[in-house]
């Protein structure tokens, strides 16, 4: 057993927290841990006589509630893991602006401190700087503005109609507005700057953020408590109410239901929605029609992969705001090679700065070259179509135009369907081009072709053997 007058106390409640974050994040699923971790910040950290005790500042109470009675073990074990035996955990939480907090306390009536067993003292503490917390209710990520965010052909549409909407919530014919694309390409970063300016900027009088995660706990935790009248307050009464990664919302018919409820009265009443997810609205499985006609009602935008020229400027602004001095040629290469997630791009930049400071080197490009390798070695991104056709060529021995050509010689095709399968996983291009490059071929040919690979593979030996040389061909080409 560890004896706390000997355990190494962190310097820091920021380093204390960062190290329980370091313990849960291999305990809890991804989403999850973006959803009710992240957003949590260490206040601060007070050593006495009986044990360190940190203090964290939660959103919101209703996400304190959910957190201690999904994962309040899980946090006991990490603080006693991270502070020793007697480490302590207490909450704070955000304020709330005063015309939402009416509507939003009872929804979140047991305290804290009733469910983790009265072994923590629960200070709700309200503190007026908290601007940013103003009538969200969840938290919104001060960076996420429309300044920081870099503004080019791939995304200009949907900026622009997110600064109209800020500007003029509820008064713009983009509503709902919903924003859809990949992973990593700035759709969170977007719809948390029309929060933010509609808070800076006072636009409107309530704005809520919330993840479609969040809002269906929240749903579920009031019908379970008695608390939809105050759970239908709060949502029915925003001027601005935006909604991140709806596509979770698949499944789940209760929750859809609400929403729609919600939806409607908002949309009657001329106030704003916006709505991102992963995908078309008419792409997301298990979400009920009704649902799915309203998503289209207003704008839909999808955010592309940044283009080369958007990519460096994205990296310039970063590394000027992180004040790290690179080269060109350095950003340059990270622009041209990390192609298909901004999320990545800014990983890369901070691996180099780390493995700079690390060494007391600059980076140079050969040096950027071995850092990437082993970034972009193990993800699926960074190849071109036109590669791509090169190796499967190159390695069952077929020219490449034979392969985006029209012949339908066994080999030919066989070769061409390979090439398909890979650019699928590997270029990041949707099915369309890649049908487009090999001769033409339209979007289901690319399917079919792809989905006849993969029962190859299942049933045949011989292909899966090509397929796995190819793709080791492919993966040291990026590595190298
Ligand atoms: P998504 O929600 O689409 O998965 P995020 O909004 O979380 O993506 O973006 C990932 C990261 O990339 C964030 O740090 C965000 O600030 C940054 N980012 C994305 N697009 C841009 C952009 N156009 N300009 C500046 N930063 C961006
Ligand atoms: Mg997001």
């Not at 307050?233 to 499944?251: E, K, T």
């Not at 980076?363 to 071109?384: E, F, N, T």
Request: proline share 4%.
């Amino acid at each position: 057993m560890k004896d706390s007058s000997t355990h190494s106390l962190p310097a820091s409640p920021d380093l204390a927290w960062a190290r329980c974050l370091h313990e849960i994040r291999p305990e809890v699923e991804t989403q999850r841990f973006k959803t009710w971790f992240e957003p949590i910040k260490a206040e601060s950290l007070e050593v006495g006589q009986n044990g360190a005790w940190l203090t964290l500042r939660l959103p919101s109470r209703f996400h304190g509630d959910w957190l201690v009675t999904q994962y309040g073990r899980l946090l006991e074990r990490v603080v006693s893991v991270v502070l020793g035996d007697s480490g302590r955990v207490t909450y704070t939480y955000e304020a709330i602006q005063p015309r939402i907090e009416s509507s939003v306390a009872p929804v979140t009536a047991p305290s804290v401190d009733r469910l983790i067993g009265g072994r923590e003292a629960v200070k709700a503490h309200v503190s007026s700087e908290r601007r940013r917390a103003v009538a969200t209710g969840a938290s919104l990520h001060p960076k996420y503005t429309f300044e920081r965010f870099v503004v080019g052909d791939c995304n200009r549409l949907c900026a622009s109609a997110a600064r109209a909407i800020a500007e003029n919530p509820g008064a713009t014919s983009f509503n709902p507005f919903f924003v859809y694309g990949g992973v990593g390409l700035g759709k969170t970063h977007l719809i948390q700057a029309v929060a933010n300016h509609v808070v800076d900027e006072k636009t409107a009088s309530s704005v809520h953020y919330v993840s479609s995660e969040q809002f269906t706990a929240s749903f579920v935790w009031s019908v379970r408590n008695n608390k939809m009248g105050a759970f239908s307050n709060l949502y029915r009464n925003l001027d601005v109410l935006i909604v991140d990664d709806v596509q979770f919302l698949s499944g789940k018919r209760k929750t859809q239901d609400e929403f729609f409820h919600v939806f409607n009265s908002l949309h009657q009443a001329g106030k704003q929605i916006v709505l991102s997810a992963d995908r078309p609205p008419t792409e997301i499985d298990g979400i009920d029609e009704y649902l799915i006609s309203r998503f289209q009602w207003g704008m839909l935008a999808d955010m592309q992969m940044p283009d080369a020229k958007t990519r460096m400027a994205i990296l310039e602004q970063s590394a000027k705001e992180q004040g790290i001095d690179m080269s060109v040629d350095v950003l340059r290469f990270i622009a041209d090679n990390v192609k298909n997630n901004v999320r990545q791009l800014e990983g890369a930049l901070t691996k180099m700065l780390a493995v700079a400071q690390l060494n007391a080197v600059p980076v140079d490009v050969p040096l950027a070259q071995r850092i990437l390798s082993d970034m972009l070695g193990s993800s699926k991104q960074g190849h071109s179509i036109d590669f791509i056709a090169d190796v499967v060529s190159a390695h069952i021995g077929i020219p490449t135009t034979e392969l985006r050509d029209r012949s339908r010689r066994r080999p030919i095709v066989f070769g061409r369907h390979v090439a398909m399968y890979f650019a699928k996983q590997l270029s990041g291009k949707p099915l369309t081009s890649i049908g487009r490059f090999f001769g033409g071929r339209d979007h289901s040919t690319v399917l079919h072709a792809i989905s006849s690979i993969e029962q190859q593979i299942e049933y045949d030996r011989e292909v899966r053997q090509t397929v796995d040389a190819i793709r080791r061909k492919l993966q040291t080409a990026s590595a190298g």
